[in-house]
């Protein structure tokens, strides 16, 4: 198969699919770019690491919303209240 072998990514090419390898977006011959990146690239390893539990923090975060005594407090904040 012409065009499907994998490509050794540079970091620029990694940090810009980084959203679509945490969010599982990627397939194919772009995971396996990615993940061979990672594999080797411990800056890189690192950042998708660090987004990776961003992520994961922001779902938990989204499971417990705020009170509405809290959302009240930082409404009258913004409204310079």
């Known amino acids: ?36 990146h990672l594999a080797t690239c411990r800056h890189c390893f690192d950042r998708a690491e660090f987004e990776r539990l961003l992520k994961a923090r922001m779902a938990r975060l989204k499971a417990n919303p705020a009170s509405g005594e809290l959302r009240a407090r930082v409404q009258s904040l913004i409204e310079g209240g």
Not at 1 to 29: H, I, P
């Open 1 to 36: 198969m012409t065009g499907s072998k994998a490509k050794q990514l540079n970091c620029q090419e990694a940090l810009r699919k980084v959203f679509d390898f945490v969010d599982g977006a990627l397939e194919g011959v772009s995971l396996v770019e990615m993940r061979t």
